[in-house]
């Protein structure tokens, strides 16, 4: 039944390059249908006819996907009462029949849900889960489901420049803005196959949006020229239930790319209607080209960002101001709490809490709490640093009650192996979503929903407005992420920001039944490989807690170790976070130190600020753990330390020799791709185990132990 509900925009001057396999759609129920046939054609190998559900009759055996609005089928079969418990965007899919008729029907309140309900119903058929008496039914938990594209920086899925397929090269942005020069013809509008297989590949995890430029924002996204690229792009998004958003920089109205219409340095003041009517404007032509368009999300005051503090202001003023200037035209600010201004504490990790927890909790002239607006959505990234391999949860998670609060999860791997190294990253946004705050209500009982999901879902503190933001890992290779595996992250992060509750393991185990072989043997393989792969690299690289330890020089910026360094300033050096000396290891932010630990809730406060109780994994970044420290193991920290470091390396050495026996079961391109990298992944593990090791045991003084194995 696609093709009837015209709702969305056509835009006549789209067009795909020139020898495309992929073809626009208009509608959403258009994709749907070319999904299905698509999908079933491949699974089934023939064709797949198309019926049009005219008057209710379809053949037996037909799959009918719709609304009941759209469709007489799901209207016959499908109430309206079981519709409205699946929500907005989710989806029901059952066998029914009439007479010796035997239909499946995908149903859903809307278009997108329908879309997505296809896409469910497609991943069953793939995982081969028996499709008789299906009775089935998603919904997500979460609204804003997002990715943010960093576009040329931290992205490890680039083809053009190494020539090697896209599994080596950093650069390589999956969308192409601007003329510039012979490839002008391969620049938007023009829409190329990439863009529909990338839009096919998020919608089928149920992504709603893209903010489509880095956060290190350049203000050109905002002029005229940019508008109209970006306008193309989102027409051919849309029907995938995809809209765009762009990074703003704060001091965009200072670009003399936007005269006569700029503003004065004086102006910038967040609170002042010179202000808000510059990006009132702003936001009303990116409206006009882009209907549907999300808002923007900001970087301020970080890592040389401008913004309010430049003006005497602070982020409640920052972000309010901006929201005032697109709330009449229904647009959202997402304003990242990735701060760590000196000034504020010694502690870069205690910062943000500090700036932001009190604009949160000021009482406002109508009795309530909280000063920002209601179309902000804080954004926060999983941990107080920056995304490190394995950090304790962000203190600010159940600490911003009054505020709508996004969670910011890293998929490119820019501290997790980069294109190189086989991460499987669901378990670690797992190890996160569910970690408990044991946040309190202001009476200092606990809440019963608390975990870190619950805080991001609303569930816990009764938050419509929900988000999780992706940093995404999308490249112009052709698999689109580079290393064949790095598409499994993508795919957890959708699948997690759908429902939280999911499994990675279950995760994983689907994506390797779509994506590599449907053998039991080989899926239990290569998932068993999959799921021990992170604590594997947590292991080499920054075991027992210790944290931000890699080197900076380009091009290998945040991929190999750097122990031993200090970079001119304390927040970005390996050196002050190891604090390594004769007594030990480790940072300390316990109630002797820096106290970070007081940030969180009382009972998560009192077990991270013990050394005997905060968990072993999470030790350094809580802890300065002396050498002799006696660990559960019954190693003592040195000899636990240095374990933990052999047995990274020993998985990844695992891995590849698990790999070399899947030969006979994996296509041979694929196959031998991986295999590549593996070698070199196991190489550069062990470069971190004895760079590091070396390095601590100048201080510890003490022997490598013999069960940690040979170092080189
Ligand atoms: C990290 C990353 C930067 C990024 C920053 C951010 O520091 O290295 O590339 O700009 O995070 O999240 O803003």
Redesign the pocket.
């Known amino acids: 039944n696609a093709g009837r509900n015209k709702a969305h925009r056509h835009t006549p001057n789209l067009t795909m390059a020139t020898g495309s396999a992929e073809r626009l759609v208009e509608t959403t129920l258009e994709a749907a249908r070319n999904e299905l046939t698509r999908g079933l054609g491949g699974l089934l190998d023939r064709d797949v006819p198309v019926w049009s559900d005219r008057g209710g009759q379809v053949p037996d055996g037909a799959v009918v996907v719709g609304t009941r609005d759209s469709s007489t089928v799901v209207r016959r079969y499908v109430s309206a009462r079981d519709l409205a418990s699946v929500g907005a965007e989710g989806y029901l899919i059952r066998s029914v029949s009439r007479g010796r008729h035997e239909v499946t029907v995908i149903a859903a309140n809307t278009d997108v849900g329908a879309l997505y309900g296809t896409f469910a119903f497609l991943r069953h058929l793939q995982t081969q889960r028996p499709i008789a008496n299906l009775n089935i039914s998603g919904s997500p938990k979460v609204e804003h489901r997002h990715l943010n594209y960093w576009e040329t ?2 992205l490890y899925a680039g083809n053009d420049e190494l020539g090697d397929g896209g599994l080596g090269g950093e650069t390589g942005a999956i969308f192409n803005f601007a003329a510039t020069g012979a490839s002008a013809h391969l620049n938007l509008p023009v829409i190329l196959d990439r863009y529909i297989v990338a839009a096919r590949a998020l919608a089928s995890v149920g992504i709603t949006g893209i903010t489509i430029n880095n ?2 924002a350049n203000p050109v996204y905002l002029t005229r020229a940019y508008i109209q690229q970006e306008a193309a792009l989102a027409d051919a998004l849309r029907p995938y239930g995809i809209r765009l958003a762009v990074s703003a920089n704060y001091a965009a109205p200072l670009d003399q790319r936007f005269a006569p219409d700029t503003l004065t340095r004086e102006q910038l003041d967040p609170t002042s209607t010179e202000f808000q009517g510059w990006w009132n404007r702003r936001a009303r032509e990116l409206q006009a080209a882009i209907p549907d368009f999300i808002g923007f999300t900001v ?1 301020a005051n ?2 040389g960002q401008p913004g309010p503090q430049d003006h005497g202001k602070d982020h409640g003023d920052g972000a309010n101001g901006l929201a005032a200037a697109v709330a009449p035209l229904g647009m959202t600010i997402f304003w990242r709490t ?1 701060v760590y201004n000196p000034d504020v504490d010694t502690d870069r990790l205690k910062r943000a809490y500090l700036e932001f927890a009190p604009i949160d909790d000021e009482p406002q002239p109508d009795g309530t709490r909280g000063r920002f607006a209601d179309n902000v959505f804080l954004q926060t990234k999983n941990g107080p640093l ?1 995304f490190q391999a394995r950090e304790p949860i962000h203190p600010m998670f159940g600490r911003m009650e009054n505020t709508n609060q996004a969670i910011e999860l890293q998929i490119t791997q ?1 501290y997790t192996g980069q294109g190189t190294m086989l991460t499987y990253l669901g378990p670690m946004w797992e190890e996160v979503l569910t970690t408990d705050t044991y946040a309190t209500d202001r009476q200092g009982r606990l809440l019963d929903k608390r975990r870190v999901g619950n805080i991001v879902d609303g569930s816990a503190q009764g938050h419509r407005d929900t988000a999780v933001v992706g940093v995404a890992n999308l490249g112009n290779a052709d698999n689109l992420t580079g290393h064949h595996f790095s598409q499994a992250n993508l795919f957890a992060f959708g699948r997690l920001a759908w429902d939280w509750t999911l499994d990675a393991e279950d995760i994983a185990t689907d994506w390797v039944r779509m994506t590599w072989n449907n053998r039991d043997d080989v899926v239990e393989t290569i998932v068993a490989m999959m799921m021990g792969s992170w604590e594997a690299l947590v292991s080499y690289q920054t075991p027992l807690g210790i944290g931000h330890q890699f080197e900076f020089s380009n091009p290998a910026d ?1 991929y190999g170790p750097g122990p031993s360094v200090w970079f001119g300033n304390d927040d970005w050096s390996p050196v002050h976070y190891n604090k390594a000396d004769s007594v030990g290891l480790g940072y300390d932010r316990s109630p002797t130190g820096s106290d970070l630990a007081a940030q969180y809730f009382p009972t998560l406060a009192a077990k991270y600020g013990d050394i005997d109780t905060v968990p072993e994994n999470l030790m350094m970044w809580f802890h300065h753990v002396p050498w002799d420290h006696r660990m559960r193991s019954g190693r003592i920290f040195w000899d636990e330390l240095v374990h933990r470091y052999q047995m990274g390396v020993q998985y990844v050495t695992g891995m590849r020799h698990t790999w070399d026996a899947l030969e006979p079961y994996l296509d041979a391109r694929r196959f031998a791709e991986v295999r590549a990298k593996l070698a070199k992944h196991e190489a550069d593990a062990a470069d971190w185990r004895d760079t590091c090791v070396n390095y601590w045991q100048e201080f510890s003084g003490r022997p490598v132990p013999v069960d940690g194995g040979p170092l080189s």
């Open positions: 920086e931290r956060v290190n970087k970080s890592e990735f920056d820019e945040h």
